[in-house]
């Protein structure tokens, strides 16, 4: 079934460690978004990619970084992880040929302690 | 630049009561308008959206939107609530151009509770 497949599904991680979040869709699709998700604050951008070979910040980029060397996978690192990056992660790409409708992962819950 | 308000970040409503969750919007291109569902412990559904042509939007589980541009609004409706609509529900902004173009901004979202 095509989709977007997140890993892990959630982690522990004491501060000051590194940590990659890994996202892989199998839509052949040039964009993909990663979003944090904070109670009361709703989804936000951290992320993106419009196609492989480049990247871009959104809204909350300071303490993450990410890459693309293909089409297929995006990975969301925390180089030293903090408490505040306590979230859940989603990865979301468009579900059609159209940007505009995204189609997201089932998230990764990580605590930073 | 795009934002989205959600009013209310609590809505409770009697199963077979109507439910309405708003949602208003501030963008510097056309908009393109969403809807989202997250059930517990799940990601985003996508339930409706608004790009171009007719403003009454129609969705998923018997969901639908008015997109309102002199008011700059986008609030949902279903006209008779089940207890499986409860969820927390994102309204969402994205660009029809621009460097904004595929990126959503979000709401804070709003929880439904359906009560029997």
């Given amino acids: 079934i095509a989709g977007i497949t997140q890993a892990p599904t959630s982690q522990i991680l004491a501060a000051g460690r590194r940590m990659t979040l890994r996202c892989t869709q199998d839509m052949r699709h040039n964009a993909m978004y990663w979003y944090r998700q904070d109670l009361g604050l709703g989804l936000r951008l951290i992320h993106y990619s419009n196609t492989a070979g480049t990247t871009g910040k959104g809204e909350v980029p300071d303490g993450y970084s990410v890459s693309r060397a293909n089409t297929d996978d995006f990975p969301l690192t925390l180089a030293s992880a903090v408490p505040s990056q306590t979230s859940v992660y989603f990865c979301a790409s468009p579900r059609t040929r159209s940007y505009n409708e995204q189609f997201f992962g089932p998230g990764t819950r990580l605590t930073v302690l | ?116």
């Fill in chain 2, 1 to 116: 630049a795009q934002s989205v308000t959600q009013l209310g970040s609590h809505v409770s409503v009697s199963e077979g009561a109507l439910v309405l969750l708003r949602c208003n919007y501030s963008s510097s291109v056309p908009p393109y308008l969403f809807w989202y569902v997250q059930y517990p412990n799940q990601g985003l559904q996508l339930l409706l959206k608004y790009t171009t042509g007719a403003t009454l939007v129609k969705g998923i589980n018997g969901f639908e939107a008015e997109f309102k541009k002199s008011e700059t609004s986008f609030h949902l409706t279903k006209p008779s609530a089940h207890m499986s609509d409860a969820a927390e529900y994102f309204c969402a902004v994205s660009g029809a151009g621009g460097t904004s173009y595929g990126k959503l901004t979000f709401g804070q979202g709003t929880i439904l509770t359906v009560h029997p």
